[in-house]
């Protein structure tokens, strides 16, 4: 059977930017049916940056919360936390020693996250895409829904399943298709439409998180940076304007429809009264997962419990492949 796997840092909360272009994908493949899909908290790629233990506790139970309140299904998804299910960074040990240096070392996920500092930055963060590999391998999975921005590391994943393939001289690792799709597959930051709306920046006025309130959300789109033309009637003339396009893809993508109908329905309206629409259904479309989130919140033990029967279940995937991976390296076991 055709298989997904795909996965959320718990480092920090979700944002409208994960949820329009990861979240809402998942749970559209799982309602399909055509796939058995597997989703995970990637804990162990959180702590790839700095991490206090008890936020990562809380980030964790709230992602879990996140992913029930938009409709995951743990009965028909297998819904986990990375480091339960250990098979993942054992996999990625074989991975740190099938993939070179080279390949991370083009990765433009690594150079905008080290920095100018990369001295500084965590050996972990440079082998991020071998654990995500890992993962990814660890289940044999044949699709991966991800953002526009995980397009390298997919990539990667193939590189590094068809080179252990090579080097070992087995047909064992498939290569993964990756699935991109939806109208704001890259939702981009509210301060500044040439940068990814991200749950770790440092300034939470450019994003919206899922956990934001209506006012929040009115503040924090009605001060979204725009230009003051109004609206045009063509997508082509968007892109001089990174800012307005950002917000046209992010209200087609709640709204689902594509982004020029929405031009066909509001061109040459002022940016002020379609940030107050965009606003509006923002809200609309968050409250009810919010507020489900919070209500799943108030017994995190039953989340608890949740996360152990769903590692439970993907150990009876990751267990044999394992195995059978350690066999063909060579391993005695
Ligand atoms: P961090 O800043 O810690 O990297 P993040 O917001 O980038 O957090 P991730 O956990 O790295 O979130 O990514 C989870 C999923 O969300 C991935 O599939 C990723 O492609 C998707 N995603 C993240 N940010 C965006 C965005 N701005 N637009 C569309 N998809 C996104
Ligand atoms: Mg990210």
Sequence with gaps: TPRVFSGIQPSGGLTLGNYLGAMKNFVQMQDAGDFETIYCMVDLHAITVWQDPEALRRNTRELCAGYLAAGIDPERSI?????????????????????????????????????????????????????MAADILVYHTTHVPVGDDQKQHL?????????????????????????IRGAAT??????????KMSKSDPVDASRINLTDDADAIAKKVRKAKTDPEPLPESVDALEARPDVRNLVNIYAALADVAPQAVLDEKAGGQLGYFKQDLADLAVAKLAPISTEMSRLMTDPAEIDRMLARGAERAREITVPILERTYEIVGMVR
């Excluded at 590189?159 to 001289?169: E, L, Q, S």
């Excluded at 509210?190 to 940068?195: A, P």
Aim: with cysteine.
């Design 79 to 131: 819904l986990i936390n990375q480091s339960q299910v250990p098979e993942h960074a054992q996999l990625a040990w074989i991975f740190n020693c099938v993939a070179r240096m080279g390949w991370m070392g083009r990765m433009t996920q690594w150079k905008d996250k080290a920095g100018k500092n990369a001295e500084a930055a965590s050996l972990g963060l440079f082998a991020y895409p071998a654990l």
């Design 186 to 195: 890259r939702v981009m930051s509210l301060r500044d439409g040439t940068k």
């Design 155 to 179: 990539e990667l994943t193939r590189d590094i399943a068809t080179k252990f393939n090579h080097d070992f001289g087995v047909e064992f690792f498939p290569i993964t298709e990756p699935v």
